[in-house]
Every structure is written in structure tokens, then in C-alpha cells.
Nanobody, 124 residues
Framework: QVQLVESGGGLVQAGDSLRLSCAAS????????LGWFRQAPEKEREFVAF?????????YYASSVKGRFTISRDNVKNTVYLQMSSLKPEDTAVYYC????????????????WGQGTQVTVSS
């Protein structure tokens, strides 16, 4: 099965930037789409962005991060990135990488594999 390992989280101040990475291993050919989700304490997991394997131009963002976050992927390294800029305290959450065989969706249930998450904390 596909294994996903996130890295790059940390504590930053509002307005700072941070880049998350997610390294995929295993039968990654089945991962047509890679996505980022986040979950704040006592809140449901929410969609952040996804990118399709076939074309790095096939991206989709949640309205709350559009214009501030950029998702990209390196198919040679089997790694997906989330570049986060102009971070806000409300971006504080555990960020999860997920992979799926579908076409791409903001719904967590459409993704088969998940990483363990990386904590991002934005102080005001």
C-alpha cells in the first residue's frame, strides 16, 4: 500500500511562510491525486488543496487558502509540497497528506491513504 510521510511543520509567526513536504512510497502509480487536509483541535478535517498526477496544472484549493498556499508535486521524487505564505493563526492545525486513485475531491472519504500528519502552529 502507499505510505505517506509528511514533514516541514513547526511554529511560526503570523505572516511567515512554511513549506510542507509529503514523501510517498509504495505503489504510487495508483495515486492519481495527492491532497492536503488539515484538522484543528475539536474541528473536523478540512480540505486544503489537491493536485493531479497527470498535470501539475490540475490543482484545486479551498477558498480559505487560495492565493496564499501553493501545491506542487515532483513525480520523480514522489513528493508533494505545500508552500504556505502569509500564514494566519487560523491556519494552525495538523496537516495531513492523502492520496487517492480518483480524479480529485475535497472530500476526505475519496482518499485511500493518509500520512501521520505534521503540526503547524501560527502565533499572532
Amino acid at each position: 500500500q502507499v505510505q505517506l510521510v509528511e514533514s516541514g511543520g513547526g511554529l511560526v509567526q503570523a505572516g511567515d511562510s512554511l513549506r510542507l513536504s509529503c514523501a510517498a512510497s509504495g505503489p504510487t502509480f495508483s495515486s492519481n491525486v495527492l491532497g492536503w487536509f488539515r484538522q484543528a483541535p475539536e474541528k473536523e478535517r478540512e480540505f486544503v488543496a489537491f493536485i493531479r498526477r497527470t498535470s501539475s496544472s490540475n490543482t484545486y484549493y479551498a477558498s480559505s487558502v487560495k492565493g496564499r498556499f501553493t501545491i506542487s508535486r515532483d513525480n520523480v521524487k514522489n513528493t508533494v509540497y505545500l508552500q504556505m505564505s502569509s500564514l494566519k493563526p487560523e491556519d494552525t492545525a495538523v496537516y495531513y497528506c492523502a492520496s487517492g486513485a480518483g480524479w480529485g475531491s475535497p472530500l476526505p472519504r475519496e482518499y485511500e491513504y493518509w500520512g501521520q500528519g505534521t503540526q503547524v502552529t501560527v502565533s499572532s
